[in-house]
Nanobody, 120 residues
């Protein structure tokens, strides 16, 4: 099993910033990629940003230039710096890890989510 625990969500005014964190623990062994997804009420879960073991990143068009994903490989932790937040960014943000472990084979795990609310 791999455990992910997101933190850093909360209430912020439009134009504000938040930094989400997600440490991975357990039978990690080798992580291929980590990423952030979000789901707003009544909408499907969507990709926000991902980062691979090689350091490449990918962003949803809606967050490019405002959000930055980063990863501390020593701590098996992924971060999402969110700046210039808009009401449309409000959602539950989920962390996802993709990797391989001898006991698990290829795996994908999700965190429990952290709420981000953008409102004045």
């Amino acid at each position: 099993q791999v455990q992910l625990v997101e933190s850093g969500g909360g209430l912020v005014q439009p134009g504000g910033s938040l930094r989400l964190s997600c440490p991975a623990s357990g039978s990690i062994f080798s992580i291929y990629a980590m990423g952030w997804y979000r789901q707003a009420p009544g909408k499907q879960r969507e990709l926000v940003a991902t980062t691979t073991r090689g350091g490449s990143t990918n962003y949803a068009d809606s967050v490019k230039g405002r959000f930055t994903i980063s990863r501390d490989t020593a701590k098996n932790t992924v971060y999402l710096q969110m700046n210039s937040l808009l009401p449309g960014d409000a959602a539950v943000y989920y962390c996802k890890v993709t990797g391989w472990a001898p006991s698990l084979g290829d795996y994908n795990y999700w965190g429990q989510g952290t709420q981000v609310t953008v409102s004045s």
